[in-house]
Every structure is written in C-alpha cells, then in structure tokens.
C-alpha cells in the first residue's frame, strides 16, 4: 500500500513537472503577445494626445454588435450546413471497413487539413468555373459552402466512431420486438448519438466563428465578422484600440464556445455504450443504393472541388487554352524567392513544428491524463485555446513584441516553426489523451512493482502503446503546420515565406499567370496534405477516430 501511494505521488509530481514545459511555451507563445496587444491598446487609450475612450464606446464605433451578430450568424448556419451534408457520409462511414474505409477518411479529411486559402481558391474556380450559371461569385452562400466542406471532416471522424462504438444488442433487441428500421434508429441509435452531434457541431461553431481566410478570399471584399474587421482596424487603419477591443470580444466568444465544446465532449464519452464490436454486414437492397448516393454526395462535395482546382491550374484562362505556365511559374523568382524554394522552406519549417509539437504535446497530454478533476478540466480547455483563437489577433501581437527584441533574436527561424507547433500542439493533444486513457492501468501498476519507476514506465509502457497515435499525431501537426496562414502572413519574410503565404500574395496580384501559379501551387499543397493523411489513415488505431 505504501509502495503504491508513493508511486501515485511521483506520478503526480512528474505531471506537473511535465506541465511546466507546456506551460511556459503557451505563456511565450500564446499569453505574451496577447497581453502586449491589449497593453499597447490600454497604453496608447489613455494617451492624452490621442484621447482615451471606454470600452463600450470603441465597441460602438466599431460596430461590435452588429459584426457579433453577423459572426455567429454566419458560424450557425455553416455549423447547420456542415451538419446537412455530413449526415449521409457518417452513415456511410458506420458500415465502411478496411480499404474503403480508409479511401473514404482520406477524402473527408483532406479538405479539414488544407490551408484555408487553397479551399478558398478552390471554391473560387468552382464558382467562376462550373457553377458560373448561377452567379454565386462570392458572397455568403460562397463562404457558407467552402466552410462545410472544410468541417465535413469533423463531423464524419466524430459521429461515425461513435455510430461504431455502439452496441448493437440494444438494436438487435428493438427489431426483435418489432420495431421498423427507422423506428428503431428514432429511439436507439439517435439518441445515444446526440452527444457526438453537440460535440461536432460546438467544434465546428468554434472554427467557423474565427473564419479568415476562406472570408477574405470569398467575400468579395464587402463581408465583414469580426476576424476580418480585427485586420481592417490593426492593419488597415492601425486602430490598436479598436482593434484589442474587438479580439477581447472574440476571444469571450472563443473562450465560451470551448467551455461548451468540454462539456459536451466530455458528456458524449461518458455517454459511450459500447461492449461489443459491431459486426460488419454486407450491404443490400436499399442500404446499397443509399450508400451509392452517399459516395456520389461525397465525391461531388468534397472531391469535385479540388478537381477543378487542378483543372484550372492546367486552364487557368477563360479561352479554354490548356497550359503548363503555371506549374512552369513555379520556378521562377518572385521576390527574390522562387515558389519551389518556397515549397522547401515550407517542408522544412512544418517539420521542425512537428517535432515541437510532439514534444511539447506528448508533456501536456501527460499532464492531463495524470490530471484530475477541476484540473484536467481546466487544462484541456487551456489547451484548445490556441487552436480557436483569432489568428489575426495572435499575428498583430507578434509583431509588438518582435518590434521590442533584439533584431538577432527577433529574425530567429525558429519564430515560425513555434508559431505554427502553437497551432498544431492542440491537435497532438486531442489524440493523445485519449490513446494514454486506454492504456491499462494494471500494466503500468505491475511495471511499477517490479521497481520500474516514471520514465522508466512511460518508456516501456506508455509509448509503445500509443504509438500508432503518435504517428497519427505527427501526421496532422506536419500538415497543420505546412497549411497554417494567418499568424504566419504577419511573420513571413522574403527568405521565410511559406507556400499559403505565396499564394495569397500571388491571389492579391492582376493576371492570369498569377491565378495559375497559385492554382499550381495550391495542388501541390493538395497532393502533400493527401499523402500525409494517407500515412495518417495508415498508422492511426482502428477503434478510434483521430481528428
């Protein structure tokens, strides 16, 4: 009893230690230039020769209520679109096993993991190509679509793992006293899926509400949230009042919708039913035909769109001319830099964020696992902050506090590795908690009693058990990494410039030439992210979605 006792001490003190890393790289990261943004506000607010005002009358100037109202207007019915779109592929993917399985996760997922200039470009061929009839252009409808193709994803991985998780004796129990199908999915299976739906859509609610990217590229520059008017005031008026005003109102509604996002997490693993594995069963009849119309909604929605990404990166003009002057493009210098030498740097820099990533993640997931109560709560929301934070708000933050240090350690290469890790590090953390969870507690008990002590333990009994989520792990923080745009855009320099960035500037510059080269590079991007999620579908566990 006492060697135990002492052994859940150390474990516990060898969790906080482990948090101590975490920690301090979010407070550098994450909490620095965040509280020098807001202190520059207050500072230059009560300047006397700029004139101070209170927060109520900057939110009035900016409008914030109105810009409130439209964000979590826009974020809903994106959350309703995704959730509409998605309901046929979870069905899909409840009765999909082994290759199948595999192509259709890959297809769901690329479109999560791709930077959100490339789906931007993507929805902006689409729409000035295929469906140029119907004169969507841009606009809402233009950024409502590309957000629900973005967060399919989200909720197929979520609600499909716990469509599988599902005993099936409670259904095979229902039809035996002779309920229909669909009486018997109304009152046993959806109910005990209610709580993987809250969780999907309170992710996606979160992401959509810190939209930038996809609004910018596809609003025609008339759509205002407050993400974009945040850039508007900081960048283009340098209204740092307004500005910081804004962003404490966005980070309310982030901090809020992660609260939400735990509670309802936290209610759909507890609410977990599963004792036994579902047993696959052939598809027939009618379940055939709706899994045939599931697969073309598929294809049309998320695969379709890149097609023509890559399409018109071969025909970027309206005259139908076919052309490899954008692929070509690549090659050429554009600002000194060329586009391939931008690809390397950016393979370079989302590896060395993966292996921060790793590092830093594998220590908090720890931390939290070993973690109880109030405090694993706490943590786990702290830990998805970054993840939901506006990158606008977090980039501008940045450059105050680059402007304040030495020139040597303000050009440092690793500024944007660790900057892009900060984003990815939630992810790793999502993934592994979980996989840490499932590790028998009896195996690392007996490890213990026979003198093993933490280290020891984690090496011999932790890693080799979730290796394969470490893997999956590594894969989405390379391709997060690779695609981060927003806080990167503020940092990147002519040698430090990462391919979303490029393309984004290539977006902002007349000429068809310029369109093909982004549409060259955007596939290129394409092809990576789908290689990674491969590799991904390939390592990670089978009795869990990784997300």
Do not use: K
């Amino acid at each position: 009893m006492a060697q135990r006792s002492r052994s859940l001490n150390s474990n516990r003190l060898g969790g906080w230690l482990l948090a101590a890393v975490p920690v301090v790289f979010l407070g550098v990261l994450f909490v620095w230039p965040v509280a020098a943004l807001v202190w520059r506000a207050i500072s230059q607010n009560g300047d006397a020769a700029t004139g101070s005002a209170s927060l109520g009358e900057l939110f009035t100037r900016t409008h914030a209520a109105h810009l409130l109202g439209v964000t979590l207007a826009q974020a809903a019915a994106s959350t309703a679109l995704a959730l509409m779109v998605a309901a046929p592929i979870v069905w899909l993917s409840s009765r999909l096993r082994g290759a199948s399985a595999m192509i259709l996760s890959v297809v769901v997922t690329v479109p999560f993991v791709l930077p959100t200039v490339v789906v931007g470009v993507a929805f902006r061929a689409v729409f000035d190509g295929p469906l140029a009839f119907a004169h969507i252009g841009s606009g809402w409808w233009a950024v409502l679509a590309a957000h629900a193709f973005l967060n399919v994803a989200v909720v197929v991985r979520v609600v499909s793992a716990a469509w599988r998780g599902l005993d099936t004796r409670a259904l095979d129990a229902a039809r035996t006293l002779g309920a229909g199908r669909f009486r018997a999915w109304r009152t046993v299976i959806a109910p005990a899926l209610l709580p993987a739906v809250g969780a999907a859509a309170t992710l996606i609610f979160l992401f959509c509400s810190t939209s930038f990217g996809v609004i910018i590229i596809l609003g025609g520059g008339t759509l205002r949230t407050l993400e974009t008017e945040i850039y508007q005031q900081a960048i283009g008026y340098f209204r740092i009042p307004e500005a910081v005003a804004l962003s404490l109102l966005q980070i309310v509604v982030v901090v809020v919708a992660l609260l939400l996002t735990r509670l309802v997490t936290a209610r759909s693993r507890s609410s977990a039913t599963s004792t036994r594995a579902p047993r696959r069963r052939r598809l027939r009849g009618w379940a055939r035909v709706s899994a045939t119309l599931a697969w073309a909604l598929t294809i049309v929605g998320l695969v379709v769109p890149i097609v023509v990404l890559a399409v018109r990166s071969v025909r970027p003009g309206r005259d139908g001319a076919w052309t490899l002057a954008g692929y070509r493009a690549l090659a050429e210098p554009v600002n000194g830099v060329t586009p391939l030498a931008t690809l390397r740097y950016s393979f370079l820099s989302a590896l060395l964020a993966m292996l921060i990533a790793l590092v830093v993640g594998v220590m908090a997931a720890i931390a939290l696992h070993t973690a109880r109560g109030a405090a694993r709560t706490v943590g786990a929301v702290l830990a998805l902050i970054p993840l939901g934070i506006s990158a606008v708000t977090l980039g501008f933050g940045y450059l105050i506090v680059l402007s304040e240090l030495p020139a040597r350690t303000a050009s440092s290469p690793l500024i944007i590795p660790c900057v892009q890790a900060l984003i990815a590090i939630p992810v790793v953390i999502g993934i592994l908690v979980p996989a840490l969870d499932a590790v028998p507690d009896r195996a690392r008990a007996a490890a213990a009693t026979l003198g093993a002590g933490p280290l020891r333990v984690l090496r011999t009994i932790d890693l080799p058990a979730i290796g394969r989520s470490l893997a999956a792990a590594a894969g989405f923080a390379f391709v997060m990494a690779l695609g981060e745009f927003g806080a990167t855009s503020f940092l990147a320099r002519a040698d430090t410039t990462t391919l979303p960035v490029l393309i984004g500037s290539a977006l902002n510059r007349p000429g068809a030439t310029q369109l093909a080269t982004a549409m060259a590079a955007s596939m290129l991007l394409v092809v990576a992210t789908a290689v990674a999620m491969l590799a991904v579908e390939v390592l990670r566990p089978r009795s869990r979605a990784v997300l």
